[in-house]
């Protein structure tokens, strides 16, 4: 399995380029993006809007192609895998979370973080048991069995990351996973963040322009029409 192998960086980008072409026209969304992370490396990735930030995470996680140049993941080229590659890649170490926690209302915390577990092929007991200490690591212990809609937007988003890390991923993206929340609550996700990301050794990258996420980053990546400045 993959979440075994040793790596020296997590995720790599080399000369990364994505152009968006529509009807006559083209957008250069990334202009030759070199990035890595390593384990155990919180990594902020801060631009305005429409910076190409969204691209480049779609990139990482082989949800999207570069135009030209090339991602490596756990050090291992994503063109040279198939589609079935990728997405147990995905499901197996790579984790994701979003600025809104997109939890099922009607289910608890705990059914949200085994939803995961659930498409492989794992015994109930043990999906049980990675869902609740996930919970856990998230401070969510004691409100596993209350249903997203009676959570708070930081609780949610307190779920959504114990679902982006049940299965233990090696690296977490996140595309402004505290952009919705005020910013007492974002300062207690960004901590739970980095402190889980230094623990685990795992490779954060988070897309924001929250600047109290990026005072804690390890470092900054800046990105500016397509570019990366750090
Ligand atoms: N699927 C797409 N088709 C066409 N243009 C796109 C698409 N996705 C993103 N873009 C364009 O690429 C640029 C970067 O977008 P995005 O990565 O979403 O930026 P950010 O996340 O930093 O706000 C923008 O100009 C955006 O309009
Ligand atoms: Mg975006």
Known sequence: ??????????????????????????????????????????????????????????????LDNPTEGQVLILERDLAKMSESERARLRRESIGMMFQNAHLFPSLTAQENVEIPLRLGRMQSAQRTRQAREALEQVGLGKRAHHRGLELSGGEQQRVALARALVHQPRFIVAD????????????????????????NKIGMLIATHDATLVAMADRVAIIQDGRIAE
């Open 1 to 62: 399995m993959t979440s075994e192998v040793v790596v020296a960086t997590i995720a790599e980008t080399r000369g990364v380029t994505r152009e968006f072409r529509s009807g006559g026209g083209s957008v250069r969304a990334l202009r030759g993006v070199d990035l890595r992370i390593r384990p155990g490396e919180f990594v902020a990735l801060r631009g305005r809007s429409g910076s190409g930030k969204t691209t480049l995470l779609n990139i990482l996680i082989g």
């Open 176 to 199: 402004e996973p505290t952009g919705n929340l005020d910013s007492l609550t974002g300062r207690d996700i960004t901590k739970l963040l980095s402190d889980i990301c230094h623990t």
